[in-house]
Each structure stands twice: as C-alpha cells, then as structure tokens.
C-alpha cells in the first residue's frame, strides 16, 4: 500500500487520497512526496482529467512531516542532504501550483483543490497552499495552522514563504512566529484557507469543474504582484520588518534560533522572484536544522515527548483506563483534577469535609466551562454534560465503585493517612490509590495504606488545567499495576507524565527550588536583582527566579523551607535564602496572591516591575559579577539536581529528565533540556565551569561522579545512551 491513491471519476475529476496505513495521523515521508509527485505527473499528463482534488482518507488532512525523516536527512547527508530533500519537496509544491501551465503565459494549467475534512498543521497546511484554492469541513475540532517553531524549526515547505507573500509579514507573524492555530472558520477569516463546507470534496470538484485559468495564478505570479504591507525598501514595509525584528527578540532573548531564521527568510524573500525567495527559505530552514537547539528542541518536544505519552515506560499489564475516579479534597488542586478528569469522560466523585467545600470545588468547572463557552471553544451542551460527570458530596460512601482515587488535601502527613483510611474502607480491593503531594515522601505517606503495592504519588502541577505535565512517583512498594494505572490515566486526561523513584522533592521540585534559591541568594548577596532577572530570561528560562517564588507565593516557600530544615537539621545548605524570604513573608510580601512580592503590583494584580523596596533591604554590591556568571549560577543550580536525580536512580530515563524540565518549569526548551544543555555544552566544559564554581560559591556546585567521568571519557547523555531503548 502506499500512503496516497488516485481515481478519476466520470466527470474528469482526479481525487488524490492522502492515507498513510498504520497511522491515525497521515505525516509526509519522502517516500509519500515521490509518490504524490507521480501521481501528480500522471493527472497533468492525462488529457481525460481536468482538474484534482487533494484530500484525506482519515478523519484529518495531516498531522505534518515526519520529524523522524528530517533527522534522517541531517544524518545521511549534513547540511546538503538537508537542503537537496527541502529543495525537492519545493519543487514537488511548485509543480502542484503552476500545475502544468506555461511558464510565461501562465495560461495552460489544470485547477488543483484541497479539501480539507479536519486538523491541517504544518506540511499539512503548506501542501493545500501551493493548491489554487483550499475547501476545509465545518468541523469545529479542527486546527489548521504552522506550529513547527513550537518545536524549534519553522515551516520549511514553502509555508513561511507563501503565507507572507499572501497575507504580508505583519498578517502572517501570528501564524508563523507564535504557531497560532485556528479552527476552519477563523482560518478563513484571517486568509489562510479560503472555504469552509460541509463537503469539502464535493464543493472542490464542482469548483475544479467551473475555475477558469486566471483562478489557477497565485498572486506572486501574476505581473505586478505588490506584497500586502510593503515589501521590506518600501516605507510601510520597512517598519513592519523593523518591528518584527525588536519583536522577536524582545520574545527570544536571542536564544531560539528558528524565529530568527523565519524573519530572515521573509525579510531576504520579499526582495527576490517567488522561486529564489524558496531556496533563500530552504536555505535558512537548513542554517536552523543544523543547529544543535533544533535538533535537542524536536528530541524532547516532538520525538521524546511523544513516545513518553504512547507509554514508553509503561510497565506490562493489562489496560488499566480509569472507568471512575474519586477526588479526596475539593480545593483548587483537586478540583483541577476533578475537571480534566470530567473533560476525559470519566465519572467523578469529588469529595471535601463541608458540602459547601465541595460545591465550590465543582464549581471550578463551571467557571472554566462557561469561559470556553464565551471563548467558542465549548457548547451549553458541552457544560452541561461535563459537570454532570461531577459528584460534589462529602460522603465517602460514594466512592464505591471508583477504581482510582486522586487524594489531593492538605500537605499534613496525619490528615492525608486519615483519608487513606476512610477511602480504602470504601473502594474495591483492585482500586488504585494515589496521593497528590509535592513534598512528602510516597513511601511514608503509604504506611497508612492496607494496600501499600496499590498506592502511588501523583504529582499536578498548577493550574491543573493549562500545566501538560504529571510526575508519578513509585513508593518502595508500589506494584507495577499501579504504575500502569497512572501512566493509562494521565492519558486519558491528555498529560504528559514522567515517571521517577521516590526521593524528598522527587524531580521537578528538587530541580526547580535551587533556581529559586539561587536567584535569592544573588539579591542577598548584593548583585542587582534587574540583572539576575534578566539573566535567566537570556537563557530562555520563562520566568527569573524571583518572579516565579512570587507566582508561586513566598509564603510556600517559607513552608518548604521549614520543613526541609527539620528534616535536614545541621546539613540543610540555605540559611542565607531564608533570612529573605522570612523576612518578606513577615512584611506579608507574600507575592503575586498578595500583590506585594519581589515584585510590585497595581490594584487589579498586574506585575509593574520590581519592588523599589528591594534596595534599601539588601543594597547592591559596588562590583557586579559577569552576565555569564550570574547565567552559569542559575542553569547549573537546576541541571545539577538533574543529573543528581539520574545518578541517585530518582529518574531511571533521561527523556523524562528532559521532558519534564520543559513542561514542569520551563527549562530553557531551546536546549531540550539539561541533559540536552550539558550535551550541547559538553561535559568537559560543564566540568570546568562547575569547579571554578565550587570554588567560588561553595559545595552545592560540585560536580557529580556521573558527570565527571563522562567529562573523562569524553561521552555525552544521548550518546552513551544512543543504543539504549530509552533513548530512542
């Protein structure tokens, strides 16, 4: 079989159909571009057709191109490969566009449609871009859009090109430099697509059957063709690309290479004929995938990603769907949960100690329903159905039935055992139970448990709604049904989870609090809290430290830290990070929750900059430490913790190391993570900066053995582990 067919009916209408076996999703192999290349050949040369139409045998158009067959141009030919397999599937668009019209008079042609019956994203828009008029289905679920600079590339297939000369820079940026994505009708409201019909196939072939010639020139072919907007020497243009350029290095801090190439190949583009302006596009498209952020940002944003949520880790057992979830605790935590897990269509029952409690917890759903409703992206039906899912009771008699259960209360060892005890009196024998905790150790949480081999961590991230990733933790006795019957439920609710060992902190957070420390630290130290904010920024980090100890409030730092100390008694590292942050708490600068934190705020909670108070606490000192060394402290407080964690057995795979950096607190993504940072770094050098670190600042730089002799060896993460299944 192969991925695309074609029949023409008695009318003259070739109906090329995009099916790609095996897969839900059709994506474009180099296999799938030659095939559609000769049929392609073989309707233009048929003189029984007079037009085709390009659609899908799946319920979507196409998910994009195999990122997997990019990769394998790099490695197979360098950077000409890369370019020679671009410049092919150009000339493969550019004879669907011209479609066999004479070059000069642009007379000759035969009209080509797409027709478009759900989601279109990357190639799968690119290729309906070069057709000469594109029909999508009504069909609301749809996205149709160029998200490749989510993953550090940007549309290479003729897609930068063809939207900007379409829309013009400015129309096409949201599109191309943000990978916004729009349902068929937005789409045809802001030009993308041209159509929308409840039979895309039907409306292309009657359109096919009437197009006169002038329909087949795109607008760049046709004499006297103007670029909406300006093109970059004429004065509208000129401040368009100005603005553009400060744009995206306002958003980029000049770390993501593929915006950066995107705007060049638009800008460089719009100066030259239509054909120079793709191979100026194929040209930039391999400068961005040779570059080691795109490959480390596919890795761990596509590839790793992916195969963590297909259950790359997942242990044998047999499916473990949840059929009906209880939630232990209706505050905002657990009524997130209660929501994602309603929006999945499982049966919830969501329990709090006052009924009053628990309806406010239900009523989270309602609230962020009834914002998707006035946004159109859900129905009064929709609502109706979802929290119709949702039990609000304080009964734990209505847990019977539930074969998970999600406790969620508050972070107090004795209050967590007590609803331990109450929900396994009520739930099946074969029920699984999972503790949402963010500090506290699986292992003696499970000791309230008859059932200990049943019992899991489940660890959210706030706001449950928007954060994609979920960390399982796996107590001493955790059995491996357990971990299945996680992993099986985080992919219901379409999140991404990691799943590591037990240990204080597990992942994310022992990774994420040195940051925090660090960046406290620095301020207490003197150095100007404008430059560590910045720093961190300029290295794609999402958040500065101390912006992120305020979102997250300054007052759970305080109890973190409490708590870390008791348990840590003369070893515990942070003193100096606690003399500020007790003393902003005691001054009930508590952050963003208090609209009085590192930063300052307005009376509706939006962040002014920070608070001037800062330096009459803690002035600054007269000689301010290097950029790259205020850079070096906060990327090496995380990364360090992260290869600690791998050599310590908390993670078992770095993929998970990676993935869940990124989603968790947003770990610099142009690395892919920090194992993908240290291998872009190299070990050696990491080795270098982290002694002179160590020397510097004290024992929390020093460098961990696994580190060390990879620096010896001369080995990297991914290489050392390239043969490996778990780092396919």
């Known amino acids: 079989m192969t991925d695309f067919t074609m029949k023409t009916g008695d009318d003259g209408v070739a109906i090329i159909i995009w099916d790609v076996p095996g897969k839900s999703m059709n994506v474009l192999s180099m296999e799938g571009a030659t095939a559609l290349d000769g049929l392609i050949d073989q309707a233009l040369a048929d003189a029984a057709v007079k037009g085709i139409v390009i659609t899908s045998g799946k319920a979507d158009f196409a998910a994009g191109m195999d990122l997997n067959v990019i990769a394998g141009m790099k490695d197979q030919g360098g950077a000409q490969g890369v370019f020679d397999g671009v410049m092919t599937l150009h000339h493969l668009l550019r004879k669907i566009e011209r479609a066999g019209m004479d070059s000069k008079t642009l007379k000759g042609g035969k009209p080509i449609a797409s027709a478009l019956p759900g989601t279109a994203l990357g190639i799968g828009l690119e290729l309906p871009l070069a057709t000469h008029r594109i029909f999508a289905a009504d069909n609301p679920k749809a996205k149709i859009g160029l998200p490749e600079i989510m993953v550090g590339i940007f549309p290479g297939g003729g897609g930068t090109t063809r939207l900007a000369r379409k829309l013009g820079a400015m129309m096409a940026a949201p599109f191309l430099l943000e990978g916004k994505l729009s ?17 895309p196939v039907a409306a292309a072939r009657e359109w096919v059957l009437s197009a006169k010639e002038a329909d087949l020139v795109k607008p760049w072919d046709a004499k006297g063709y103007k ?6 020497f004429h004065p509208a243009g000129f401040m368009t690309f100005v603005g553009a350029s400060a744009m995206v290095h306002g958003k980029t801090m000049g770390v993501y290479p593929a915006a950066k190439a995107l705007l060049s190949a638009v800008y460089e583009g719009a100066m030259v004929p239509f054909d120079t302006a793709l191979k100026i596009e194929a040209r930039w498209f391999t400068h961005v995938l040779m570059n080691p952020s795109s490959a480390a940002m596919i890795r761990s944003l596509f590839i790793n990603k992916e195969a963590l949520e297909k259950g790359a880790n997942r242990p044998a057992a047999p499916d473990q769907s ?18 994602v897990s309603a929006m999945a269509g499982i049966e919830v029952v969501l329990i709090d100690a006052q009924q009053a409690s628990a309806d406010k917890g239900k009523a989270l759903s309602e609230g962020l329903l009834d914002k998707a409703i006035s946004r159109k992206k859900a129905t009064p ?3 109706a159905e979802v929290l119709a899912r949702i039990t609000a009771t304080t009964d ?3 847990l019977e039935g539930c074969d998970l259960v999600v406790e969620a209360v508050f972070e107090d060892p004795a209050v967590k055992a007590e609803v331990t005890k109450r929900a396994e009196a009520v739930i099946p024998a074969d029920a699984i139970f999972a503790t949402n905790t963010s500090t506290l150790p699986i292992g003696d949480l499970a000791q309230a448990s008859s059932r200990p081999e049943q019992f899991i961590g489940i660890h959210f991230f706030s706001p449950v709604d928007k954060m994609l990733l979920v960390e399982i933790i796996k107590g001493r006795q955790t059995g491996p049904v357990a971990v299945a019957k996680a992993l099986d439920f985080i992919r219901q609710i379409r999140k991404t989870p990691i799943v590591v060992n037990d240990a204080r902190f597990f992942y994310a957070n022992r990774c994420i609090i040195p940051y925090i420390n660090e960046g406290i630290r620095m301020l207490a130290e003197g150095v100007n809290p404008t430059l560590i904010e910045n720093a961190a920024k300029m290295m794609g980090m999402p958040l500065g430290p101390l912006q992120l100890v305020d979102e997250t409030s300054i007052d759970l730092g305080v109890k973190i830290a409490k708590a870390t100390r008791a348990a840590m008694g003369d070893a515990y590292p942070d003193g100096a990070v606690d003399e500020v942050l007790f003393g902003m708490a005691d001054q009930d600068r508590l952050g963003r929750k208090a609209n009085a934190g590192f930063y300052a705020y307005d009376e509706a909670g939006k962040r002014q ?4 108070g800062l330096d009459a606490q803690y002035p600054r000192s007269a000689d301010q430490p290097d950029l790259h060394d205020v850079q070096h402290r906060l990327m090496f407080a995380q990364t360090l913790e992260a290869v600690r964690a791998l050599e310590e057995g908390v993670l078992e795979d770095i993929r998970e190391g ?3 950096a990124i ?6 993504p142009w690395t892919g993570g920090p194992f993908g940072w240290l291998d872009m770094l190299g070990a050696a050098r990491a080795v270098e900066i982290c002694d002179r670190l160590t020397v510097e600042q004290g024992d929390r730089f020093q460098v961990p053995a696994l580190l060390r002799d990879m620096a010896e060896t001369e080995g990297s993460f991914y290489g050392a582990r390239a043969a490996q299944p778990s780092a396919a």
């Open 183 to 199: 349902d068929p009708k937005k789409a045809k409201s802001a030009g993308l697509i041209d159509e929308v019909v409840a039979d």
């Open 227 to 232: 670029m909406p907007g300006g093109e970059p």
């Open 322 to 339: 949840v059929r009906k979830v209880g939630i232990l605790g209706a505050g905002m935590m657990g009524a997130g949960i209660a929501h």
């Open 381 to 383: 039906e929709k609502k």
């Open 396 to 398: 734990y008699a209505a």
């Open 609 to 612: 900059g920070l608070w001037d």
């Open 658 to 660: 990676d993935v869940g």
């Open 663 to 668: 989603l968790g607190w947003g770990f610099a």
